[in-house]
Nanobody, 121 residues
Framework: QVQLVESGGGLVQAGGSLKLSCAASGSIFRANAMGWYRQAPGKQRELVAT???????NYADSVKGRFTVSRDNAKITVYLQMNSLKPEDTAVYYCNADVIPRGSFYPRDYWGQGTQVTVSS
């Protein structure tokens, strides 16, 4: 069993910053790509940023230059530093990880429970 636990969401004024964390735990052989997605009310879930185990990153155009994704492989934790936040960044942010569980040869996709980020204007 693999769990992803997020923390760090909250309410912030436009222009402010927040840092999200997501720790993976359980029976993990290896964590491949990890990242963040978000879903605003009435909209589909969308990619925010991902990072591979070797540190290669990918960002949505809407967050480039403002958000930074990073990870600690030893802690199997992924972070999202969000700066210059805008009201349109308001959403539930979900952690995602591509993990090979112990005893398995194949990776599986896991999701966190989501954390609310609200940016007031």
């Amino acid at each position: 069993q693999v769990q992803l636990v997020e923390s760090g969401g909250g309410l912030v004024q436009a222009g402010g910053s927040l840092k999200l964390s997501c720790a993976a735990s359980g029976s993990i052989f290896r964590a491949n790509a990890m990242g963040w997605y978000r879903q605003a009310p009435g909209k589909q879930r969308e990619l925010v940023a991902t990072i591979t185990s070797s540190g290669n990153t990918n960002y949505a155009d809407s967050v480039k230059g403002r958000f930074t994704v990073s990870r600690d492989n030893a802690k199997i934790t992924v972070y999202l530093q969000m700066n210059s936040l805008k009201p349109e960044d308001t959403a539930v942010y979900y952690c995602n990880a591509d993990v090979i569980p112990r005893g398995s040869f194949y990776p599986r996709d896991y999701w966190g429970q989501g954390t609310q980020v609200t940016v007031s204007s």
